[in-house]
């Protein structure tokens, strides 16, 4: 086992401050201001105009969080103003991704199309757009394919003559910052601030860095949410039996649900619920969501099984196909296939046309994009980053892809490193009290360029170990360790372990608030 340091409070107070060191912590006050970012006048002047000329405006969205709250978001600006914004956000299974060619037969007849959280690939969809005479406002914030649509306006932070200090920022963000410009242009009394709610859902479930102004708009975020009265806000509430919000509520609860609209029918139900106008409507929308993320959930699971005994474990990438297995699903899918096998993982199902089509996600330091590059010739399609790709083939060559990959994956001389980043050392449980997780609490949101301090204990004695859960999904533990008792619990497990077993145990602690009562426990990452 890898050596780690001894943790103490003070030495993880050094390290969690040292994350920080660069900007140290930014309030609102510090937001750049719109202006930064490149084409924002000119996109801000060109919707004033059509919003005091009485034009047709359409906005195009995306199904994913990112989407659905950017939507949302100019959806309530619009009409907290009194203007008629009409929107669509594309059907994953029907229209495909963003603004596509699909879609321009549904925008013909309007004067202007604004994009958000997509747009900046839509090189095909933006030449219809100015053969029909619509003019296009590209608002996005994904990196800058070779050619570039040919737009009025294009707003997207990671353009190289963009002045906007920070590049890693979402699709939520750059529409928050839009409303933000067009309340100073149109000289509307709108407190655009109440938006960051919604602002801090899509930035958690984009996985964007919670630093600099990040962490300023989640943290103002999650303390409105906390204060809200906004319909969807309380149901989802309800739907959890809390009254406050963490990062971790976002990221595990909130962000899935809305998610699974657009995985399993349409992402247009969730813009429907954040929408909502009284409690009632909220409650009953809900439903509907959390109805389609049961769905899948089951789905994901059932596939997941497949995968998982389809997978050549001698293979350095997992290559594992289906027929019609779930599209919404399958990225989920290769994301779990890929931690339980501590190893990158393609899943591909089988399309109407009998191609495949797929997902990819990666492991530790393997750059998935790079190493499926040289496969370019076998794929129809492909596209991604270094942790994600999507791509499709014909069946005929998926053994060649397969073997291909694996070649290419040696020729980078990776290592299999099973040595997790986010473990900050070794932590005695003597050292774990009320006073360590108040210490943790400060530097909270936790998530993607923050990860939440992560432990290692060696020695540690099982005493107990149960199943928990529907059907014992869930593994709950008593551990001891010099003498002091944690309870530990470990989700989405089906390991067995035994009393007496004496083990090595990395984890995060948490409190954990149950019927008025506080108690510190162990949330388990890795037994061996």
Not at 474 to 485: S, W, Y
């Amino acid at each position: 086992m890898h050596k780690y340091p001894k943790i103490t409070r003070s030495s993880l107070h050094q390290t969690l401050h040292e994350r920080f060191n660069d900007e140290g912590f930014l309030t609102l006050r510090d937001l750049p201001h719109p202006s930064l970012l490149k084409d924002m006048e000119k996109a801000t002047q060109r919707i004033a105009l059509a919003i005091e000329t009485g034009e047709r405006i359409v906005l195009i969205g995306d199904y994913d969080v990112d989407g659905v709250v950017s939507t949302t978001v100019m959806k309530l600006f619009f009409e907290e103003i009194g203007f008629e914004l009409d929107w669509i956000i594309p059907n994953r299974f029907r229209d495909g991704y963003g603004l596509s060619p699909t879609l321009i037969p549904k925008i013909q007849g309007y004067d202007l199309v604004i994009t958000v959280d997509n747009g900046i690939s839509a090189v095909e969809a933006a030449r219809m757009c100015k053969k029909l005479g619509i003019d296009l406002i590209i608002t996005d914030h994904h990196l800058l394919p070779p050619e570039i649509p040919e737009a009025y306006a294009i707003v997207d932070q990671k353009q190289e003559d963009c002045t906007f200090p920070y590049s890693d920022i979402c699709g939520a963000q750059i529409a928050w910052y839009l409303i933000a410009s067009l309340k100073n242009r149109l000289n509307v009394q709108i407190d655009t601030k109440n938006y960051l709610e919604l602002v801090a859902i899509a930035i958690i479930a984009d996985m964007m860095p919670l630093k600099h102004i990040n962490r300023a708009m989640v943290l103002s975020g999650i303390q409105l949410l906390n204060q809200s009265n906004r319909p969807s806000i309380r149901a989802f509430k309800e739907h959890l039996d809390k009254e406050q919000f963490a990062g971790d509520d976002i990221g595990f609860q909130l962000a899935p649900i809305l998610n699974s609209a657009g995985r399993m029918a349409d992402a247009s139900a969730a813009v429907d619920f954040l929408s909502s106008r009284n409690i009632y409507e909220a409650r009953t929308k809900l439903e509907k969501l959390v109805a389609f993320n049961s769905e899948r959930k089951e789905i994901e699971y059932q596939i997941t099984q497949k995968a998982m005994e389809q997978a050549c474990q001698e293979d350095d990438v997992l290559v594992v196909h289906g027929d019609a297995w779930h599209e919404g699903v399958i990225g989920i899918v290769a994301a779990r296939v890929s931690r339980h096998f501590e190893k990158p993982a393609i899943v591909l199902s089988r399309c109407k046309n009998g191609d495949f089509k797929g997902s990819g996600r990666s492991f530790g330091a393997c750059d998935l994009f790079e190493i499926t590059s040289s496969c370019r010739s076998f794929l129809h399609k492909f596209g991604g980053h270094q942790a994600a790709i999507g791509l499709s083939l014909p069946e005929e060559n998926i053994a060649h892809f397969r073997e291909k990959l694996q070649e290419s994956y040696r020729l980078k001389a990776y290592r299999s490193d099973s040595d997790d980043p986010d473990i900050l050392g070794e932590l005695d449980f003597t050292e774990i009290s009320f006073d360590l997780t108040k210490l943790i609490r400060q530097y909270e949101p936790y998530g993607q360029g923050n990860p939440k301090p992560k432990f290692i204990t060696s020695g540690v004695k099982i005493i107990q170990s149960d199943t928990m859960g529907k059907g014992g999904e869930h593994l709950r533990f008593a551990f001891e360790q010099k003498g002091v008792i944690f309870t530990g619990v470990k989700f989405k497990s089906n390991d067995q372990f035994d009393a007496g077993e004496q083990v090595n145990i990395s984890y995060t602690v948490q409190e954990n608030h149950f019927r008025g009562k506080i108690s510190l426990q162990l949330l388990i990452d890795k037994i061996t």
